[in-house]
């Protein structure tokens, strides 16, 4: 109890809490705005994985291309487009989560 109340009468504890609360509300849009970004064609259930391309703002780079590996095969990237195939429909909201993905769709066969 006594740590928390040294926390608010200190500056740098405020601005702990300040830097904490910020974070926290962040974190809690990404999570409430990745839902929006993933197409309605998609399952949001079910086990058979499926075929998504991830479109971004920008050209894909290194950094993002093994950031989507962790979700499924990285199969290419073209333009603004990343192809990603065996996503489980389970990991379709954390492929969405980032800041820097538009939309997830399926992929066209």
Do not use: N
């Not at 500056?11 to 197409?39: E, H």
């Not at 479109?55 to 950094?63: A, D, I, S, V």
């Amino acid at each position: 109890m006594w740590i928390g109340r040294a926390l608010i009468r200190s500056p740098k504890g405020r601005v702990f809490l300040a830097a904490l609360a910020c974070y926290g509300a962040w974190q809690g849009w990404l999570q409430l705005v990745a839902p929006g970004k993933i197409d309605a064609r998609l399952p949001r259930t079910g086990r058979d994985p499926v075929d998504v391309v991830v479109t971004l703002p920008f050209p894909p780079e290194r950094f993002h291309v093994l950031a989507f590996q962790q979700f499924g095969r990285v199969s290419g990237t073209a333009d603004h487009e990343i192809e990603l195939r065996g996503v489980r429909p389970s990991d379709l909201r954390g492929v969405a989560r980032p800041y820097w993905v538009r939309r997830v769709a399926p992929l066209a066969k």
